[in-house]
């Protein structure tokens, strides 16, 4: 071999150099951070057949969630909002559980949608931290009225029980915007109904345009009956056929909606409804999951040997319902995690089965009673309008906080 072989310079290996994408208050968001969020939608957009729209529009669509999604873990950082192991695990336990499947079988199916263990609990956290803090911040302030419940009830039961599967396209304006304002959102509206009846994929057209939670996913909410949609999507939906879409306004928003598919009023199962009594015990840092599941055991012996099951609930139960002898009162069994929903339909009344995962704890329950659903419940009803009532908030609250954040995009995605 020559010297001028042996001194000859060796190429170094390309160093992929990572670069600041936005800058949210006294943090940022890298390129690399970006790249791993768009590959993991893609994949999973891919695996639902949802035509996925040029990487460089999903990236922005992606960015921005991840801006707003920082303002909301730096929100609740500063009002002290902390996320425990415990809790994490917990919730991991429960989303196995909920599927049907131990814990390691669970984390081989989300490492098929290109989470490793320690990213998928990293997602499990900061999504406890943001629901807490929707908790705190918003649904405390949800009033509901029994006036508002009255109406929303005969409302419902005029209803026929039809299902619609419904995709939709939200274009957001400030409540108090002016005329020339909502006029301009309602022109881009209509632009993009004209491409989409010109041939555009919804999917690809949410994605790169919607402004609500369901963007990413092409816009699809999934099956609902009228009680669960706007009651201008009703209206408009009652004049529709499978497959046409339509503008429809509403307050703070214009829609461009989808029908995808329409039910007749289902009946048998759905219609199920049992009256409820639990006992829940949160893993923490001082208990951990095995410990609870132990305690509640114990509980499950002393009840099964003649102790009141209120006596029980009152004196160890850590969830909201202690105070009520453990009573969730009357249940719809199909909105049941899959896990009480099953133990709900099989119970023998008055037996108590357990411990099993919920969001909200590890739980004893007790079927107190059961009966074919005649309509919807005074608190099944308060429940969907406090729902409605703190989503609306919460995207003013989300607006205005990214309205206060310092927020710079030093380089374009």
């Known amino acids: 071999m020559s010297a001028a072989l042996l001194q000859a ?25 970006l790249d791993r969020r768009v590959s993991l939608l893609i994949k999973r957009l891919a695996a639902r057949d949802v035509t996925v729209p040029p990487r460089h529009l999903l990236a922005r669509k992606v960015l921005s969630q991840m801006v707003l999604q920082r303002l909301e873990l730096q929100y609740a950082h500063n009002i002290g909002i902390r996320v425990s192991r415990a809790q994490v695990k917990h919730a991991e ?99 993009i109904l004209k491409k989409i009846r010109a041939g555009e994929p919804f999917s690809q057209a949410a994605i790169a345009h919607s402004q ?20 201008s999507f009703v209206r408009a939906l009652r004049q529709m056929k499978s497959g046409d879409v339509r503008l429809v306004s509403g307050r703070g928003a214009y829609y461009v909606i989808k029908l995808k598919g329409k039910r007749a009023g289902l009946k048998g199962p759905e219609h199920e409804q049992v ?37 029980l609930a009152r004196a160890y139960s850590e969830g909201s319902t202690a105070a009520r002898g453990g009573s969730l009162g009357w249940m719809t069994v199909a ?6 929903a099953e133990a709900a339909r099989h ?40 729902m409605r009532k703190g989503n609306a908030l919460y995207v003013r609250w989300l607006q205005t906080l990214r309205d206060d954040a310092y927020v710079r995009y030093p380089s374009r995605v």
């Open 9 to 33: 310079p060796v190429a170094p290996r390309p160093v992929t150099i990572d670069k600041i994408v936005a800058v949210v208050n006294n943090e940022v968001i890298t390129q690399n951070q």
């Open 93 to 191: 336990t429960a989303l196995a559980a909920r599927n049907h499947m131990t814990l390691p079988q669970f984390e081989q199916a989300v490492a098929t949608e290109g989470f490793t263990p320690a990213g998928f609990r990293h997602r499990l956290r900061t999504e406890i931290t943001i629901r807490t803090l929707i908790m705190r911040r918003i649904s405390r302030s949800v009033i509901v009225t029994r006036r508002a419940v009255d109406r929303f009830l005969a409302q419902t039961r005029a209803a026929d029980g039809t299902r619609y599967h419904v995709a939709e396209i939200t274009l957001q304006f400030p409540v108090a915007a002016d005329t020339s304002a909502r006029q301009a959102v309602r022109k881009r509206a209509l632009r």
């Open 212 to 231: 609500d939670t369901h963007a990413l996913e092409g816009g699809d909410i999934g099956w609902r009956t009228a009680a669960h949609l706007r009651p």
């Open 275 to 311: 009256r409820l009594r639990e006992i829940v015990l949160r893993p923490s840092r001082r208990v951990s999951l095995l410990i609870a599941r132990e305690k509640l055991k114990a509980l499950k012996t002393r009840l099964a040997q003649g102790a009141h099951f209120k006596t």
């Open 335 to 340: 909105g049941l995690p899959p896990a009480l």
């Open 347 to 386: 119970l023998p009344l008055h037996t108590v089965g357990g411990p099993y995962a919920t969001a909200r704890g590890q739980a004893l329950i007790e079927v107190v009673a059961r009966r074919m659903r005649a309509g919807m419940t005074r608190n099944e009803a308060r429940r969907l309008l406090r």
